[in-house]
């Protein structure tokens, strides 16, 4: 991948906030729904998203993808794993249903935010590959500002934000075309999540009511 100054700048604070925003969701959950420490996330994903920062400033754009690829992979891991802990703790009944309510809006909420983070890093080879073309071409979704001919446009953090909140509420990608293999893999992936995370709070409110 070319190390060459990106000609259209693409804003990346949205996509911080995002997974730093997981890692602060991961520290809330009670210590019995958490796989490890819960600060363990966040310090984890802080340092990597401003060696991130960094490496796309000085136009390190090989190295910048890998480290986006390892924070999105461990905020994933994370996540699979704490919904793994919350689905035990449901079936175990050793948790109080407030605590497990607030775990699984906390793991809905995650879900929404890990996948539009890996949206955002893949289709159409990543924002740095996006940046360097100044379009978007080839990619897994079709945007409708892409059906009126708007060569210029390029989708941005929210964007993939706005598909992947549509993906966990109506379980379809409503006005964002999925044109890939891999992207249809991840939104089923994404609903399933999705789905088993309001299935438990469901459960748990009508045990409350």
Do not use: C
């Not at 909420?109 to 893949?122: C, E, G, H, K």
């Amino acid at each position: 991948m070319s190390d060459t100054p990106a000609p259209r700048g693409e804003p990346r604070w949205p996509a911080i906030m995002a997974v730093l925003s997981v890692g602060g969701l991961y520290w809330a959950l009670p210590e019995a729904l958490s796989p490890g420490p819960g600060w363990l996330a966040l310090a984890v994903v802080a340092p990597l998203a401003v060696l991130a920062t960094v490496l796309h400033r000085r136009g390190k754009w090989m190295l910048n993808q890998i480290v986006g690829y390892t924070q999105l992979g461990l905020i994933t891991a994370a996540m699979i794993g704490a919904l793994t802990l919350l689905i035990a703790a449901l079936l175990d009944h050793k948790e109080p249903a407030p605590v497990l309510l607030r775990s699984a809006v906390a793991l809905w909420i995650s879900n929404i935010l890990v996948f539009a983070s890996w949206y955002w890093r893949l289709d159409a080879g990543g924002p740095n590959q996006r940046e360097l073309r100044g379009e978007h071409m080839d990619g897994a979704f079709l945007f409708p500002q892409m059906t009126l001919g708007d060569r210029d446009w390029l989708p941005g953090f929210m964007d993939y934000l706005f598909l992947a909140f549509n993906t966990s509420t109506a379980f379809s990608p409503t006005d964002v075309p999925v044109l890939s293999r891999w992207a249809k893999g991840m939104m089923m992936v994404q609903s399933t999540i999705s789905l088993t995370t309001l299935a438990l709070l469901a459960a748990r409110a009508v045990n409350i009511l």
